[in-house]
């Protein structure tokens, strides 16, 4: 059992998320789960990773960070990005990742809760790979919903005869909830049942 706490990073925290985002990039499933890719990450400079971790008007990263001694120190992550149309303003949730060891136990479910319930009442949305099959289930889960939109997913040309691969969006209708909060802290102990 892993004790942890969901917390938005400052910018001293660059290093454990940058270590946390090249784990995500190199995971096995990083081609379905991220458009980032490693070899691009690896070479970001000291200030993207602060300007990352830094919480700001229009962007927030929230972490599982490991309250045991042993064990890595993220233990997952989150970004919510402010995004504003005609129509209005969503958050966009990108990055979503636990590390493997911790997948199906209920961290990310945690996490992604935890995100809506800063989003000050908007609409949540996010993209999922249209095979990312075990992602689009916890997101349906937590009763986000297909939009019929998608968007071919970035990177290298398909092969010949082959259509290019999409990300399917799915959405959170707004709800209310509490206001942006990007200071509040919950502290959560991690049962193997995933509750």
Same mark, same amino acid.
């Given at each position: 059992?892993?004790?942890?706490?969901? $917390?938005?990073?400052?910018?001293?925290?660059? $290093?454990?998320?940058?270590?946390?985002?090249? =784990?995500?990039?190199?995971?096995? *499933?990083?081609?379905?789960?991220?458009?980032?890719?490693?070899?691009?990450? +690896?070479?970001?400079?000291?200030?993207?990773? &602060?300007?990352? #971790?830094?919480?700001?008007?229009? #962007?927030? =990263?929230?972490?599982?960070?490991? !309250? $045991?001694?042993? /064990?890595?120190?993220?233990?997952?992550?989150? @970004? +919510? !990005? *402010?995004? =504003?149309?005609?129509?209005?303003?969503?958050? &966009?949730?990108?990055? @979503?990742?636990? %590390?493997?060891?911790?997948?199906?136990?209920?961290? #990310?479910?945690?996490?992604? %809760?935890?995100?809506?319930?800063?989003? #000050?009442?908007?609409? *949540?949305?996010?993209?999922v790979?249209?095979?990312?099959?075990?992602?689009a289930?916890?997101?349906?889960?937590? /009763?986000?919903?297909?939009?019929?939109?998608?968007?071919? @997913?970035?990177?290298?040309?398909? +092969?010949?005869?082959?259509?290019?691969?999409?990300? +399917?969006?799915?959405?959170?209708?707004?709800?209310?909830?509490?206001a942006?909060?990007?200071?509040?802290?919950?502290?959560?102990?991690?049962?193997?049942?995933?509750?």
């Amino acid at each position: 059992m892993a004790a942890f706490v969901v $917390r938005h990073t400052e910018a001293r925290d660059w $290093r454990a998320l940058r270590v946390l985002r090249l =784990t995500a990039l190199r995971d096995p *499933v990083a081609p379905l789960a991220f458009y980032e890719r490693y070899r691009d990450a +690896l070479r970001l400079p000291r200030e993207e990773w &602060q300007r990352r #971790a830094a919480p700001r008007a229009d #962007a927030l =990263t929230l972490v599982a960070e490991n !309250l $045991r001694e042993e /064990g890595p120190t993220l233990l997952g992550m989150v @970004v +919510l !990005l *402010v995004r =504003t149309e005609d129509s209005g303003s969503h958050v &966009q949730l990108v990055g @979503v990742y636990a %590390r493997s060891e911790y997948r199906g136990t209920g961290l #990310a479910r945690k996490l992604l %809760r935890e995100a809506v319930d800063r989003t #000050a009442g908007r609409e *949540v949305r996010l993209f999922v790979h249209e095979r990312n099959h075990r992602a689009a289930r916890c997101y349906a889960a937590l /009763g986000f919903e297909p939009t019929g939109r998608s968007e071919e @997913v970035p990177g290298d040309p398909p +092969l010949p005869g082959r259509e290019p691969e999409r990300a +399917l969006e799915m959405a959170l209708p707004p709800r209310p909830t509490a206001a942006w909060s990007p200071t509040r802290a919950t502290t959560g102990v991690f049962l193997p049942d995933g509750g």
